[in-house]
């Protein structure tokens, strides 16, 4: 089931805590998107994501939950993708989280199902960067040297750009596609039209859209063309 996403090329992240009619929905499922991210930074839930997660089964393609909130983790998802902040001072959010979950749910978790990402935050402004307290001053350069820790030293198989609510740099982006060996670079930021679509593809492996399916759900259905042509 892991390997899964190594032919993912463009992913729709939605939101439990957004409200999605049920015609854009459909939509968004039936757009050839290669799968449906369910995550957010906050507003998360049990309930909202249950409900979500029921709403998007009805098709058939890969559903995937982003955890950012313990009391929110619902079965039944295909895999479940675990974000490690590495550009945080905290480290409640590198393991101290990921510790309290497996000391209370250890014997419950699907191993098989389980996959690691390297976040990489770099826009001050997006809420996830507040709330892990992200240091998001980062050069080209450190940005990569990051990928890398998560790539060559901690074997991830995912590292994820995060520029979230904004569209990020594209030569850092580049940079550090360059400096992965065996890890899949996500790009998640300010994807909001077709072309910025295409720019993002062709600098990741694969691509994050978001907040577009709320404001114009148009030109979000129109980045899966334009990535996957």
Known sequence: MKDLIQSWRHVFKLDPDKEIADD?????????TDAIMVGGSTGVTYENTVDLLSRVRRYELPCVQEVSDLEAVVPGFDLYMIPMVLNTGDPTWILGRHHEGIERYGYMIPWELVVAEGYIVLNPDAAVAELTGANTALDASSAAAYAQVADKLM????VYLEYSGAFGDME??????????????????GITN????AEAAACADTIIVGNIVYD?????????NAVKG
């Open 24 to 32: 854009a929905l459909d939509a968004v499922c039936m757009s050839g």
């Open 155 to 158: 074997q991830l198989p995912v």
């Open 172 to 189: 850092t982006v580049r940079k550090v596609r360059r400096s992965l060996d065996q890890a899949r670079l996500f790009y998640g930021g």
């Open 194 to 197: 077709a072309e910025r679509a």
């Open 216 to 224: 114009d759900l148009e030109q979000a259905l129109a980045t899966v």
